[in-house]
């Protein structure tokens, strides 16, 4: 599996954008860029999912950079509720590969 | 109705006692996962079961096993616990070979003493 780099902690003002990175620069073309989040160790919550075109839905946008090796997460709106670690995991689901956390970012939404 | 469901949430036992963490999930999902969340908070997966066949057991010691009675619940058997095992596990479902995402239960706390 190709493995992602992100910032160990990012912070955000509440009611901004939180722009959180991801580096994959060893993705293959079968693999697709997944994002969790954990709060307080609470159980991952799934955010999204994309292989190269961008995608959204009602927690997140995800864009991926046309030559796949970079993302970003963005919060369109952060709220305090959105304080957790955010993992972007790289993976292909055509063959036994699973989900493998990394250190992820701790993003704090600040008052 | 709770998706992937963990029991018991805490769990304090002493060294060298036996346990079994339970995971149900009613999603219908084909593939099911425990992970172990340490100290230092990294987790990290242990075993998959699809269809009752271990996919992968991680090198993690042969005290742990894995029992899937059917396709909607896997439990994790401890034997003989050690104070190394103290840790968050998790339990996560998904359907094998989709691209769609995981599904992770809310935790186990263990505690050995």
């Known amino acids: 599996d190709a493995k992602t780099t992100q910032p160990p902690s990012m912070d955000c003002a509440e009611g901004r954008a939180a722009n959180l990175p991801c580096n994959h620069s060893?993705?293959?073309?079968?693999?697709?860029v997944y994002w969790y989040r954990q709060i307080h160790s609470q159980g991952p919550q799934y955010i999204i999912h994309?292989?190269?075109n961008n995608e959204t839905n009602e927690m997140a946008s995800l864009i991926i950079t046309e030559d796949r090796k970079s993302s970003t997460l963005i919060l369109p709106h952060a709220t305090l509720r959105d304080t957790a670690v955010y993992y972007c995991?790289?993976?292909?689901?055509?063959?036994?590969?699973?989900?493998?956390f990394g250190a992820g970012t701790r993003l704090t939404v600040k008052p | 109705d709770t998706a992937v469901s963990q029991t018991p949430k805490y769990l304090v036992t002493q060294m060298g006692n036996d346990k079994s963490i339970k995971c149900e999930q009613n999603l219908g999902h084909d593939t099911m996962y425990w992970y172990k969340q340490d100290s230092k908070k990294f987790l990290k997966i242990m075993f998959s079961y699809n269809n009752k066949e271990l996919i992968i057991n991680e090198t993690v010691p042969n005290r742990f096993s894995p029992k899937s009675p059917d396709k909607a619940h896997l439990n994790l058997h401890i034997n003989s616990l050690e104070l190394g095992d103290s840790a968050v596990y998790f339990c996560a479902s998904s359907n094998h070979r989709t691209n769609y995402g995981y599904t992770f239960g809310s935790g186990t706390r263990l505690t050995v003493v």
């Open positions: 995991i790289v993976r292909s689901p055509n063959n036994n590969n699973d989900m493998r």
């Open positions: 994309g292989l190269k």
């Open positions: 060893t993705i293959s073309g079968n693999e697709y």
